[in-house]
T-cell receptor
Framework: AQKVTQAQTEISVVEKEDVTLDCVYE???????LFWYKQPPSGELVFLIR??????QNEISGRYSWNFQKSTSSFNFTITASQVVDSAVYFC?????????????FGKGTHLIIQP | EAQVTQNPRYLITVTGKKLTVTCSQN?????MSWYRQDPGLGLRQIYY???????DKGDVPEGYKVSRKEKRNFPLILESPSPNQTSLYFC?????????????FGSGTRLTVV
């Protein structure tokens, strides 16, 4: 069965620091998809990125970057020069191409606090 | 606008009083799913549906029912709510649960059972 582990329950940094959120996954499928979602205090889930298992290129979007390493089954998320508006709960999630009934499996989330 | 609409956004109810949380999507998606979110536990799947009239249990189905009579609607029913069902609920839809199709989430329903 698929599993996603976010070992960091809460991270607190001062504004402008860089911060990395860890995500480790387990799956038996060779084709799968990894996601990151942001949940601001307002509660909605905001899609950030989707990456398939065959694309190991790192991705950068503004201050956000993602490091996908199949060798360690990790899909880590880094925020550069963090801002107070980045404060949120961040979820990593996994979906298998075979269509496991689980659909999307989430990690437990990392609560990121950016202090001014 | 493509969206998943959940209602209500907030609900406070009493133990044992039946309630329904509605979920509707306008994207002709086949796959729909319900999740509950609790502190420290992340999002856990309650029920899912791969198509009309096809539903199945997720990880935490106890105390919940669903139906999928039409493709666009996937209501979550609590026949006899209890305080341990106090949670934040999300409905999601996707073209299919096979492959890397994106998932669209509703805005969430915050339920309190007293």
């Amino acid at each position: 069965a698929q599993k996603v582990t976010q070992a960091q329950t809460e991270i607190s940094v001062v504004e402008k620091e860089d911060v990395t959120l860890d995500c480790v996954y387990e799956t038996r499928d060779t084709t799968y998809y990894l996601f990151w979602y942001k949940q601001p205090p307002s509660g909605e889930l905001v899609f950030l990125i989707r990456r398939n298992s065959f694309d190991e290129q790192n991705e950068i979007s503004g201050r956000y970057s993602w490091n996908f390493q199949k060798s360690t089954s990790s899909f880590n998320f880094t925020i550069t020069a963090s801002q107070v508006v980045d404060s949120a709960v961040y979820f990593c999630a996994l979906s298998e191409a075979s269509g496991g009934a689980d659909g999307l499996t989430f990690g437990k989330g990392t609560h990121l606090i950016i202090q001014p | 606008e493509a969206q998943v609409t959940q209602n209500p956004r907030y609900l406070i109810t009493v133990t044992g009083k039946k309630l329904t949380v509605t979920c509707s999507q306008n994207m002709n998606h086949e796959y729909m799913s319900w999740y509950r979110q609790d502190p420290g536990l992340g999002l856990r799947q309650i029920y899912y549906s791969m198509n009309v009239e096809v539903t199945d249990k997720g990880d935490v189905p106890e105390g919940y029912k669903v139906s999928r009579k039409e493709k666009r609607n996937f209501p979550l029913i609590l026949e006899s709510p209890s305080p341990n069902q106090t949670s934040l609920y999300f409905c999601a839809s996707s073209l299919s649960n096979r492959g890397g199709y994106g998932y669209t989430f509703g805005s969430g329903t915050r339920l309190t059972v007293v």
